[in-house]
C-alpha cells in the first residue's frame, strides 16, 4: 500500500487543529510547479532547502564560535537543526502543521554572513547606500532570488505558506513590506512556533558552549533565577560540572522553556478559541510565546550571555578579525568588480556593485572568506 499526496493531506486534516494551516490549503507557488504524488507541499518545500547549497554551507558558518576554534561547538547548520527540533515538538503538542514548522526553522538562517552577527553587521554598514543588510531579509533572497537549481525560475518556488512563515520572521526589522505581505497580520501559529523555538535553542545552546569553553562559570550562573530553578529541578548538589552534567542540566533547561511555551501557548488559545489560521495571523498579539514570569527570566538569562560570553574578549576578538576580513574583502571587490566570479559580474548591468558583492560574501562560509581574503591579499596565495 502506497500512502499518496491526498492521503497525506487528509491524515493533516483529520488530526489538525482548526487554525492549523493544512498543505491542501496552500495558496500556491509563484511558478506552476505540479505537486508531487508522494510528498506534501509544505514537506516538498522541507526537502528542497535542505538540498539547497545555502542549507548546507551553514554547516561552516559561525554560531558564536569560529570554526577553526574546535569541533564541538555549535554551527549555523547544528544550531538550524536544534531549532527545527524544538519546533516539531512544540507543533505536535499543540496540534499543528509539523511539516511546515520544520520548513521555516530550516529555512530561517540561510541568509547568514560568514562570522555570524559579526558579518552581518559589517556589511549592514557597508551597504547603506543600497538598502543595508538584514540576514532575515536575505534568506527571503536566497529562497526567492538567489539559489539557482531549476532552469525555468529564480529561488527554490517554495509555496506562499512557508515563504511567509520566512518572511514574518519576529525581528526588529520588518520583512513583511519588504517581501510583499501584509504588514498588519502576524504570522502564523507555525511562524510563530519557529520564532520562539529559534531564541529558546539560542539561549540554552550559547549557554551550553559558553559553559564548554569556559567562558562562564558556575558561580557566575548563581545569579540566574532560572539557573536555579534549573539545579532544583534537576535535583543537582554537585559543585563540579562534568560534560554529562552539563548535558542533563542543559536538557533541563530546554524542558523548562518548551514546558512553559505550551502551557502559555494553551492558555492563550483557550481565552482566544481560534477558528481558522487568520484568527491567528489576525489576533493583536502573539500566542506562541513564553509566559510572563518567564519572559523576565529569559531577559536576564540574554543579558547574562551577552555581558559574559557575547562580549567576552575571546568572542570580540574574533569578530573584530572578522569585521576586518570582510571588510577588507568588500572594498576590494567594489574597487575592482572584475574579480568577482563571472556570475556576479553578470550581475552587474542590473544590480547595484554593492549588493552583488554583498551577496557573494554572504553566501560564503567563514572558511571561503578566510581563503578569499588571502586569494586577495597573500602575495604567496595563488589567485
Known sequence: MFVNRQRLEQIEADTLASYALLSRDSRGRQYHDPEPQYRTAFQRDRDRIVHSAAFRRLEYKTQVFVNDEGDYYRTRL????????????????????????????????????????????????LTQASGGFNHNHQSYRVVTQLERRYPDWPGLNLSYETLEGIAKHETEYDLSHVAGYDATTRGSLEAQIANVSDELAYNAHDLDDGLQAGLISLDDLQELDIWRRVVEQANWKGKALDEITRHLLI?????????DVLRATNQ??????????????????????????LVVLNRALKKFLYQKMYFQFRVMRMATRAQRFIEQIFTSYVQEPRQLPNEYQAQLADVPIERVVADYIASMTDRGALLEYRRLFDPLMKP
Open 78 to 125: 547544528t544550531h538550524t537543526l536544534e531549532v527545527a527540533q524544538i519546533g516539531r515538538t512544540l507543533a505536535r503538542a499543540l496540534a499543528v502543521n509539523e511539516d511546515l514548522v520544520e520548513v521555516i526553522c530550516l529555512a530561517h538562517d540561510l541568509g547568514h554572513t560568514p562570522f555570524g552577527h559579526a558579518g552581518e553587521g559589517v556589511l549592514n554598514k
Open 251 to 259: 536538557r533541563e533547561l530546554i524542558g523548562i522553556e518548551v514546558d
Open 268 to 293: 492563550r488559545l483557550e481565552a482566544l478559541q481560534p477558528k481558522s489560521p487568520a484568527d491567528i495571523q489576525n489576533h493583536s498579539e502573539q500566542i506562541v510565546a513564553h509566559s510572563d514570569e
